[in-house]
């Protein structure tokens, strides 16, 4: 079903007239249809464009965005990335990120608002089942989702590429094709250009189901982790956990507890696996009074009769 896409934005009310935003401008049709219904309810727009510096075209790319905000008197705020020589994606994306929240607190923003559609929702979520993640992480990417004191604001998350393709053709929006996006280089790419056509010719209703699957899980992961902070809350003192109440929850429940303790001890920097979240809750059920259980970087789980830490 066809959507009126300026008066979907409006109705979210995720923006008013006077406050500043910032919108992360690429230049492709996505980012440019975005900037230009949010600009035709709030010109106080700062646009923060990442040159990703892998083609020749970005420069260009670059230079025009520019001379648009001068033209249309917003401001432009730019960044090249060089020298990320590990994994590109992830790499990028970190740096996108810190670039859009610095840019937000320069300009003392609380929004950045990012064009992701509901193609980009069906690849991270088939990406993630293929790759393996955690129960957040299987959701796929939330609409609104906040980091340090920065929100970031997805609202073209329900409507298809094709329908953000066709309001630029009606509304005469230019726009850069980035040609990467046509090889296979990067993994979203051979999911977009072979694993979801496939699944659209087992299902013509793809979109609708897997927003459905990812919207199912949002509920479920938003629920479990009311009950992580109740138990946080009420069962956890000091640091040290009630092993008793804690093995009496359910198991996904104990991983939703279990991932906040590291993540809060260690700032974020231990990946713990499925099967090691699975040896720790069988250790603290285990009879024996004190055992240890040895993570990464130095971190270890430590039992000690009614209680660990």
Known sequence: MK???TKFIEEKNYTNKNEPIVVALSGGVDSMVLFN??????????????????REASILEYEELEQMAIHKNVTFEGIKLDDLDGNFQKESRTKRYEFFISIAQKHKSKKVFLAHH??????????????????????????????????????????DKDQIVEFAKENNISYFE??????????????????????????QNLTQK?????SYLSMADEFIIQERDNF??????????DLETFNSTHN????K??????NQKSTDSIEVTYQQYKDMIELLLNDTPNVSYALKANFALFKVYNQFY
């Open 210 to 214: 897997i927003l459905q699957y990812s």
């Open 3 to 5: 959507v009126d896409l």
């Open 178 to 203: 980035d040609s990467s996006n046509q090889q296979d280089d990067y993994t979203r790419n051979r999911f977009r250009h072979h694993i979801v056509p496939w699944l659209r010719n087992e299902n």
């Open 118 to 159: 509901a193609d980009d929702q069906i690849e991270t979520v088939l990406m993630r089942i293929a790759r393996g993640s955690s129960f957040t992480g299987y959701a796929g990417i939330k609409e609104v989702r906040s980091i340090e004191d920065v929100t970031f604001y997805r609202p073209f998350l329900d409507i």
């Open 37 to 54: 219904i949010l600009y035709s309810i709030n010109k106080n727009i700062i646009i923060a464009h990442v040159n990703h510096n892998k």
């Open 252 to 255: 996904i429940l104990k991983i």
């Open 232 to 241: 946080i809350l009420n069962h956890v003192t000091e640091g040290m956990v």
């Open 257 to 262: 507890i279990l991932k906040y303790l590291i």
